[in-house]
């Protein structure tokens, strides 16, 4: 990878089913879960999860725009996630999980809303990610950062975020790192 770095801030359901899934790509030098687009100034994971702050849980990626486009990023979230659901993904359900991207120019917002248009007659319903610019990213507890690296055997792990992994490997192998 060469030393240019981008960021690219995504929600689409639990924090841990993006970050795992995104530390695959070549061209990402981090992920990190947090929360953004709410109300509250440093918000807890117990506070987001009430549904009480207005935030998402999201991730924040660090990556090479040289080696991974922010297009290219668009393309493996909307794999990742049902964008046509408002407030929930699988099991998860609230506001905290909402499809969501958080833009960090004029540029990432007009290419987050081409995208979706592009994909607009892929699903059968309408599309309700929320577009809007980041205001402020907080980083989630220790705990929640490689969630599933630190907790393979998790039945939520293994139900939730290991297809998502899965996914990535098989649908867009040509994008993952070789480790």
Same mark, same amino acid.
């Given at each position: 990878?060469?030393?240019?770095?981008?960021t690219?801030?995504?929600?689409? =359901? &639990?924090?841990?089913?993006?970050?795992?899934?995104?530390?695959?790509?070549? =061209?990402?030098?981090?992920?990190?879960? =947090?929360? &953004?687009?709410?109300d509250?100034?440093?918000?807890?994971?117990?506070?987001?999860?009430?549904?009480?702050? =207005?935030?998402?849980?999201?991730?924040?990626?660090?990556?090479?725009?040289?080696?991974?486009?922010?297009?290219?990023?668009l393309?493996?979230?909307? /794999?990742?996630?049902?964008?046509?659901?408002?407030?929930?993904?699988?099991?998860?359900?609230?506001?905290?999980?909402?499809? /969501?991207?958080?833009?960090?120019?004029?540029?990432?917002?007009?290419?987050?809303e081409?995208?979706?248009?592009?994909? /607009?007659? /892929?699903?059968?319903?309408?599309?309700?990610?929320?577009?809007?610019?980041?205001?402020?990213?907080?980083?989630?507890?220790?705990?929640?950062?490689?969630?599933?690296?630190?907790?393979?055997?998790?039945?939520? &792990?293994?139900?939730?975020?290991?297809?998502?992994?899965?996914?990535?490997?098989?649908?867009?192998?040509?994008?993952?790192?070789?480790?």
């Amino acid at each position: 990878m060469t030393d240019d770095r981008a960021t690219a801030t995504l929600a689409g =359901g &639990c924090f841990w089913c993006l970050e795992a899934p995104f530390q695959e790509l070549d =061209g990402v030098y981090s992920v990190t879960s =947090g929360y &953004c687009g709410g109300d509250v100034d440093d918000p807890t994971y117990d506070e987001v999860c009430s549904g009480s702050t =207005g935030h998402a849980e999201a991730v924040q990626i660090e990556y090479d725009p040289n080696v991974l486009d922010y297009e290219a990023l668009l393309e493996v979230f909307f /794999a990742l996630h049902n964008p046509t659901t408002k407030d929930r993904q699988g099991p998860d359900v609230g506001s905290q999980y909402r499809s /969501a991207i958080f833009t960090h120019d004029e540029e990432q917002r007009e290419l987050a809303e081409a995208t979706i248009e592009r994909l /607009a007659d /892929a699903y059968d319903d309408p599309i309700v990610t929320e577009i809007e610019p980041l205001e402020t990213f907080y980083e989630a507890e220790d705990y929640h950062q490689d969630y599933y690296a630190n907790n393979p055997e998790r039945a939520y &792990c293994q139900m939730q975020v290991r297809p998502k992994i899965q996914k990535v490997r098989e649908r867009f192998a040509e994008r993952v790192a070789d480790d």
